[in-house]
């Protein structure tokens, strides 16, 4: 089993900056692909970004693309979700999650976080 905690959610303005963290323990992340969602309230969870086992490819959903960068550490056991230019409807709890394969744009991961919160505000 792996254990996924996200850290870094909080509070910003519109324009600000927020770094997510998440650090996995029980096994090691290297052999999983990672990714970052979302779920703002009354809507589904939707993709935000993944990034493949070794970091060297990584991907985005559009409305994202160019302000976010996932990256990865994985002597750290530990993945990190860069959010600059950050807008009101980035709003959202943020989630974590592993998967065993090839790094996916669908919710088809095998462990997830509990997520955090991060509130933009104008």
């Known amino acids: 089993q792996m254990q996924l905690v996200e850290s870094g959610g909080g509070l910003v303005q519109a324009g600000g900056s927020l770094r997510l963290s998440c650090a996995a323990s029980?096994?090691?992340?290297?052999?999983?692909?990672m990714g970052w969602f979302r779920q703002a309230p009354g809507k589904e969870r939707e993709f935000v970004a993944t990034?493949?086992?070794?970091?060297?490819?990584?991907y985005y959903a559009d409305s994202v693309k160019g302000r976010f960068t996932i990256s990865r550490d994985n002597a750290k056991n530990t993945v990190y979700l860069q959010m600059n230019s950050l807008k009101p409807e980035d709003t959202a709890v943020y989630y974590c999650?592993?998967?065993?394969?090839?790094?996916?744009?669908?919710?088809?991961?095998?462990?997830w976080g509990q997520g955090t919160q991060v509130t933009v505000s104008l």
């Open positions: 029980g096994r090691t992340i290297s052999t999983y692909a």
């Open positions: 990034i493949t086992q070794s970091g060297g490819s990584a």
């Open positions: 999650a592993a998967r065993w394969g090839s790094a996916v744009t669908t919710q088809r991961y095998e462990y």
